[in-house]
């Protein structure tokens, strides 16, 4: 049964992750979009059939727009968010199952990807992107308590999602160029999506972020000799430390705390 809704859940995170190419292309260039999929950014033609399918697509868009020539600056991210996209949602399938909380984590998988996808391209988080999201996970995960009479959960990922906002708004507050205002929202998200599987996965989440996103500053200061001046976005490690908190965490938690066998 488990097996099932993995593939179920890698199968729609390839095809979600794919169109999640054209939310991350127009949301982070702050474009409409509501212009017709796929159209060219450039003239607005509209795509040609190879470039509906997602794999001809990649060489479609290497080619460029058939009518003015331009090419999209990443023909090949749609790929890359297709495969990332049925990664993440198939590992929280796996360690979730057919629960009803899994709507709301498949709805967090796609957002975590596309707000990664942004931040590492432009340094930005989008609240086109973080207000519909969050309010979307926070909407299912009450849909799924209500379903499981599981009202402790719901409780535990608010105070969560609260407590992370707090402090992540208290080092934006002393340090507002190390910790972007995203980086505060996008920690409520998290916290509150970790929260809802126990006050310890937030913690295994926000630690792997941490430890994450220490271990690249380092290495990326290191290789390109610039120092702290290196502005490494952190919105990747906070989307990186949920989806360990999500798939990893109970063990982790157990480790950590010595809580149960
Ligand atoms: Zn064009």
Redesign the pocket.
């Known amino acids: 049964m488990d097996t099932l809704v993995t593939v179920v859940a890698a199968t729609g995170g390839l095809v979600v992750g794919d169109q999640l190419e054209i939310v991350v292309a127009r949301l982070g260039a702050h474009e409409d979009l509501r212009r017709p999929w796929w159209s060219?950014a450039?003239?607005?033609?509209p795509a040609g059939a190879a470039a509906l399918v997602p794999v001809l697509r990649a060489a479609a868009r290497h080619r460029g727009?058939p009518?003015?020539?331009?090419r999209p600056a990443h023909a090949l991210r749609p790929l890359a968010l297709a495969v990332a996209c049925a990664a993440v949602m198939a590992g929280f399938a796996a360690r979730l199952g057919a629960d009803p909380s899994l709507a709301a984590y498949a709805v967090l998988a796609a957002a975590l990807v596309a707000l990664s996808a942004v931040d590492l391209e432009r340094l930005i988080l989008p609240n086109r992107i973080l207000y519909p999201a969050a309010g979307s996970v926070a909407l299912l995960l009450l849909v799924a308590s209500v379903a499981d009479d599981r009202w402790g959960s719901m409780a535990r990922a608010a105070a969560a999602g609260a407590a992370a906002f707090v402090a992540f708004f208290a080092v934006h507050a002393a340090a507002p160029r190390g910790m972007g205002f995203g980086d505060v929202r996008l920690a409520g998200l998290v916290g509150l999506a970790g929260g809802w599987l126990g006050l310890g996965h937030a913690f295994v989440a926000f630690l792997a972020a941490f430890v994450l996103g220490s271990v690249v500053g380092l290495v990326v200061m290191a290789v390109t000799g610039q120092g702290r001046r290196t502005r490494v976005p952190f919105g990747p490690f906070l989307a990186a430390g949920a989806v360990v908190a999500v798939v990893a965490g109970d063990p982790v938690v157990r480790l950590l705390f010595h809580r149960g066998g």
């Open positions: 060219c450039s003239c607005g033609a727009c009518a003015c020539g331009s």
